[in-house]
């Protein structure tokens, strides 16, 4: 099937702790990989992507690199701020019509 | 300047009305979705077209029927609503059906009561 499963929220974090935000893929071939940042009130932003193995997307200090071995996009923050609090969707693409899959959303509280 | 607009921003209705919700995008993209998201946050494909062709249509009660009169409108109408229509509908965009991110609107709170 086609799936994307992250770990539940809510993840609390002090401002500048490290931030890892867990997800897993079924893998159907090499799907491409996305994360989507939503802030309150708003739609869903694109974060960053990956579109093959061990390629890293990166954006605004967020990263994730695409591994195949694990069927893993894990996102990663160095030093988090107050201002990324907000909902992360990690999301697979389908190859039917681009169609995308996301994971049940992972929302982010970190405190001053 | 709005990529992609949804309108209404709020909608709050009784059981068994019936309502649409409109969306344009001025991104020139040939492809928009709608999705559905409930109040645990998870988001669900509804429906794509392309090009004002539709190729997704997932299991959705047909009492939803998306219409997109050109391809920067992809417009929702439900009929007969029922209490658990209760949602965030958000409509998207992208270059074609190809290996494309998304741009999203910001959403339609439906509220049916």
């Known amino acids: 099937g086609n799936s994307v499963t992250q770990m539940e929220g809510p993840v609390t974090l002090s401002e500048e702790a490290f931030l890892t935000i867990n997800c897993t893929y079924t893998?159907?071939?090499?799907?491409?990989l996305f994360w989507y940042v939503q802030y309150p009130g708003e739609g869903l932003q694109l974060l960053l992507k990956?579109?093959?193995?061990?390629d890293k997307g990166s954006n605004k200090g967020f990263e994730a690199t695409y591994r195949k071995e694990t069927t893993s996009f894990h996102l990663e923050k160095g030093s988090v701020q107050v201002s990324d609090s907000a909902v992360y969707f990690c999301?697979?693409?389908?190859?039917?019509?681009?169609?995308?899959?996301f994971g049940g959303g992972t929302r982010l509280m970190v405190k001053p | 300047d709005t990529a992609v607009s949804q309108t209404p921003k709020y909608l709050v209705t009784q059981m068994g009305n019936d309502k649409s919700i409109k969306c344009e995008q001025n991104?020139?993209?040939?492809?928009m979705y709608w999705y559905k998201q409930d109040s645990k946050k998870f988001l669900k494909i509804m429906f794509s077209?392309?090009?004002?062709?539709?190729?997704i249509n997932e299991t959705v009660p047909n009492r939803f029927s998306p219409k997109s009169p050109d391809k920067a409108h992809l417009n929702l109408h439900i009929n007969s609503l029922e209490l658990g229509d209760s949602a965030v509908y958000f409509c998207?965009?992208?270059?074609?059906?190809?290996?494309?991110?998304?741009?999203f609107g910001s959403g339609t709170r439906l509220t049916v009561v």
């Open positions: 990956a579109t093959k193995a061990d």
């Open positions: 991104l020139g993209h040939d492809t």
């Open positions: 999301a697979r693409r389908v190859n039917a019509g681009n169609m995308l899959t």
């Open positions: 893998a159907t071939g090499y799907p491409s």
């Open positions: 998207a965009s992208s270059q074609g059906t190809g290996n494309y991110g998304y741009t």
């Open positions: 077209y392309n090009n004002k062709e539709l190729i």
